[in-house]
């Protein structure tokens, strides 16, 4: 394990931004038990207030990644100072994406069903570091050869194209396909060149006048959400707790 670590993490320079990833995923999981236990009125802890207004843990949060991003271009790529700065920066960040819903929203959404962005942020996140803390690289950087490296023309290109890849997916419905592409190449290529959902602007634009297109786009998209929906909603319903129910009007 330790020759792993020195080879893998700490040689290439990669050990902040693994305590970074540790930092934001321990933070996020300790603050969703902390707040779990608020909503249950069990524990000690108790909602943050100054006089009648309520502050929300996002506000500590941008404090803390500002202080951990300024402080890691301060300390430079080694030493103590720069370990310190990525653990601030990670809290930081966990607290910030804990509420990602609410500052999209502007609206205390945390416990609704559209507060499960938050929790899709943060898992989306927490993938893609671990992406670059393996050794991916965005664009397929890290898939080039040494001579297309050297011809910057080439190099342009084969990043330009799989911006292109991404951009299509997204446009296409499919932002995590999109996301996800900008780190490995193939799949914003795959996402690009499958059928597009029904409610995306690609389907809006293209499908308009290709009925057959447009009803098989429904189909794909209700199979895929009817396997997904479930599991998916389990994992969320166990990282971030269960949403209250929606008043009936």
Do not use: C
């Amino acid at each position: 394990m330790g020759h792993w670590l020195d080879r893998n993490i700490i040689e290439p320079g990669k050990l902040p931004l693994l305590l970074a990833l540790a930092a934001f995923v321990l933070t996020f999981l300790v603050t969703r038990a902390i707040t779990r236990l608020i909503r249950a009125g069990k524990g000690p802890f108790g909602n943050v207030t100054s006089g009648e207004l309520h502050i929300h843990h996002v506000v500590p949060g941008v404090v803390l990644t500002v202080v951990g991003g300024f402080g890691a271009v301060a300390s430079g790529e080694e030493g103590a100072w720069s370990a310190i700065a990525a653990v601030v920066f990670g809290v930081g960040a966990g607290l910030v994406l804990d509420e990602f819903a609410l500052v999209l929203h502007l609206d205390d959404v945390y416990w609704t069903e559209a507060g499960r962005k938050s929790v899709e942020a943060v898992v989306l996140t927490a993938a893609l570091v671990g992406l670059l803390l393996a050794g991916f690289a965005p664009f397929g950087v890290n898939d080039l050869s040494q001579d297309e490296l050297q011809n910057r023309a080439g190099a342009a290109a084969s990043i330009g194209a799989n911006f292109l890849f991404a951009l299509i997916a997204l446009s296409k419905g499919k932002a995590r396909t999109a996301v996800f592409g900008v780190v490995i190449p193939v799949i914003a290529l795959i996402g690009s060149v499958r059928l597009a959902r029904p409610d995306s602007p690609w389907a809006r634009r293209f499908y308009r006048r290709r009925p057959r297109a447009r009803a098989r786009s429904f189909l794909r998209a209700y199979r895929h959400d009817r396997r997904w929906s479930g599991p998916r909603r389990t994992v969320e319903n166990w990282l971030g707790g269960r949403p209250d129910p929606t008043p009936r009007p």
